[in-house]
């Protein structure tokens, strides 16, 4: 069975630090550049960040400097580490999984990330 699923969300203060995890099962991992979305209430789902096949990153400017993406292929995760978080960083996200040239994606079932005092 094809999947993917996050864990590691929940609720922190302003300024403080929280790791997301996206476990893959079902398909070949190290074929598939691995991404990042969220999407906040009432907002459309956005972009946070890349890796490649080759471990190339590339973030949203509005996390830049804040979150890291890394890759362990041979635990076929995904990790999002984001630090100093800010209430605007609250959403749902979500692991992504693509291969191209011809588009085909996984997406997993989303965990939801809170930031407030």
């Known amino acids: 069975q094809v999947q993917l699923v996050e864990s590691g969300g929940g609720l922190v203060q302003p300024g403080e630090s929280l790791g997301l995890s996206c476990v893959a099962s079902?398909?070949?991992?190290?074929?598939?550049?691995m991404r990042w979305y969220r999407q906040a209430p009432g907002k459309e789902r956005e972009f946070v960040a890349h890796?490649?096949?080759?471990?190339?990153?590339i973030y949203a400017d509005s996390v830049r400097a804040r979150f890291s993406i890394s890759r362990d292929n041979a635990k076929s995760t995904v990790t999002l580490q984001m630090n100093n978080l800010k209430p605007e960083d609250t959403a749902v996200y979500y692991c992504?999984?693509?291969?191209?040239?011809?588009?085909?994606?996984?997406w997993g079932q989303g965990t939801q990330v809170t930031v407030s005092s």
């Open positions: 992504n999984a693509r291969r191209t040239p011809i588009l085909f994606e996984i």
């Open positions: 079902g398909f070949t991992f190290s074929d598939y550049a």
């Open positions: 890796i490649g096949l080759d471990g190339n990153t």
